[in-house]
């Protein structure tokens, strides 16, 4: 239980092209879901928060406009990155918290997303 | 502020010996804690975790972790390192809706 899928799994694009990720829950309902960038030998950096039927939290310095987050379903989060850069490759990783378990805030993660903009 | 440390960038083991990766963490009460570890380009897998109860947690692929509330500390242990395990190791705390990953430790493995 508490699967969660990433799509695509790698993409490379242009410079100045949008790149939609999908993040799914499979097996659970997610209230909340949560976007990671991870750099080369970094560790993870929280991106924002999304909550369903909600906008989404974004942490300092994280351009809401260039990352926009949708949490439309309890199953579904989508971000894209608008007018990618090279500067904006990395890695990009969702979690999900399970609405059954709240109070544990355990995150179940999905696989992650290699992007690269050339 | 929250914050967790994970003091080692890089140990390298040999095969079948002990291994100990510390982690430490600044928080107000006793958080959620976990530990993953990531292999090159892939996404995260979580061996062990702990909420409650027994300050020593089982985890998979034989790994172990001890609470420590004195310290402030969730070290992972295993008695006997495989090859297989050399992989970036992340500790986690989350509190709330927060969850905060540590820098990692990078873990190489010599035959």
């Known amino acids: 239980g508490a699967v969660v899928s990433q799509h695509p799994s790698r993409v490379i694009c242009k410079s100045g092209t949008s790149v939609k990720i999908e993040c799914r829950s499979l097996d659970f309902q997610a209230t909340t879901m949560f976007w990671y960038r991870q750099f080369p030998k970094q560790s993870l950096m929280l991106m924002a928060t999304?909550?369903?039927?909600?906008?989404?939290?974004?942490e300092q310095g994280v351009e809401k406009d260039k990352f926009l987050i949708n949490h439309a379903s309890l199953t579904l989060s989508t971000l894209t990155v608008t007018s990618a850069h090279p500067e904006d490759s990395s890695f990009y990783i969702c979690?999900?918290?399970?609405?059954?378990?709240?109070?544990?805030?355990?995150?179940?993660f999905g696989p992650g997303t290699r992007l690269t903009v050339l | 502020a929250q914050s967790v440390t994970q003091p080692d960038i890089h140990i390298t083991v040999s095969e079948g010996a002990s291994l100990e990766l510390r982690c430490n963490y600044s928080y107000g009460a006793t958080p959620y804690l976990f530990w993953y570890v990531q292999s090159p380009g892939q996404g995260l897998q979580l061996l062990l975790k702990?909420?409650?109860?027994?300050?020593l947690v089982q985890g998979i692929k034989g790994f172990e972790a001890e609470f420590k509330r004195s310290q402030s500390s969730f070290n992972l242990r295993k008695p006997s390192v495989h090859w297989s395990d050399a992989a970036e190791y992340f500790c986690?705390?989350?509190?709330?809706?927060?969850?905060?990953f540590g820098p990692g430790t990078r873990l190489s493995v010599l035959p």
């Open positions: 702990y909420f409650s109860g027994d300050t």
């Open positions: 986690a705390v989350g509190e709330g809706q927060n969850f905060v």
């Open positions: 999304s909550n369903e039927g909600s906008k989404a939290t974004y």
């Open positions: 979690s999900a918290r399970d609405r059954q378990t709240p109070s544990y805030n355990e995150q179940f």
